[in-house]
């Protein structure tokens, strides 16, 4: 079995940073990419970045472009996501997930390739 375990979340002000963590664990898995989601109340989970190790791709949801970076390190499997200038709409439950399926090149960026799931960790941001 294999677990994600995610660390960083918190409240923050407008304009704050917060670094989210994961680390994925457990029984040996293709890992083709991992990324972060979040899902807001009443909101359908979206994606927020995602990194493919192969060539070492990122993918950023255009709300968070200039403000969120994503770093990883294929070989511990874990991922790190540094927000900046966070706005109240960032306020959501982030969650970390790996994928053993996204094989083509932009798979990637759609949540249906991801197989493992943190089980999320809220940031909230306050006005």
């Known amino acids: 079995q294999v677990q994600l375990v995610e660390s960083g979340g918190g409240l923050v002000q407008a304009g704050g940073s917060l670094t989210l963590s994961c680390a994925a664990s457990g029984r040996t898995f293709s890992n083709y990419a991992m990324g972060w989601f979040r899902q807001a109340p009443g909101k359908e989970r979206e994606i927020v970045a995602a990194i493919r190790w192969s060539g070492s791709n990122t993918y950023f949801a255009d709300s968070v472009k200039g403000r969120f970076t994503l770093s990883g390190d294929n070989a511990k499997n874990t991922v790190t996501l540094q927000m900046n200038s966070l706005k109240p709409e960032d306020t959501a439950v982030y969650y970390c997930?790996?994928?053993?399926?996204?094989?083509?090149?932009?798979?990637?960026?759609?949540?249906?390739?991801?197989?493992?799931w943190g089980q999320g960790t809220q940031v909230t941001v306050s006005s």
């Open positions: 997930a790996a994928s053993s399926s996204a094989v083509y090149p932009t798979a990637y960026r759609t949540r249906g390739s991801y197989d493992y």
